[in-house]
């Protein structure tokens, strides 16, 4: 599979998974739910990580996948092959926030314009 440009995630369900950790990434073990759901699968999650570059490290060593954002691939990953998810398909949703009584910075405005843009 590591050689194809995108795949079902019912494909890998009988792999084990790696997960980023609850109290780093609040969420992420029900998004990690909701697709397998969507995919119709119950594969086991054998660890829990605290960053992404330890889950790349995990997955590097072979004993595992992992869901990640498709920017991760920009981390030093030895070992690990990035493709893509073809199904489930999956909506993000970012927010911007920024103290009341100061407003934004030019910056974080900039960022906040070309989030609305797309």
């Known amino acids: 599979m590591a050689h194809r440009k995108a795949i079902d995630l019912n494909e890998l369900s009988q792999d084990a998974f790696f997960s980023l950790h609850e109290k780093h990434f609040p969420g992420r073990p029900l998004l990690l739910r909701a697709l397998f759901d969507k995919a119709c699968i119950s594969p086991t999650v054998a660890l829990k990580v605290d960053g992404l570059s330890e889950l790349l490290g995990q997955v590097g060593t072979g004993g595992g996948d992992a869901l990640i954002p498709s920017d991760a691939h920009t981390l030093p990953h030895a070992g690990v092959c990035f493709v893509a998810l073809r199904r ?18 030019e910056l974080l405005q900039e960022l906040v314009d070309e989030l609305a843009a797309e």
Do not use: H, N, Y
Request: net charge positive; no cysteine; proline share 11%.
């Open 88 to 105: 489930p398909k999956t909506m993000l949703v970012s927010s911007a926030v920024w103290r009341k009584d100061r407003g934004p910075s």
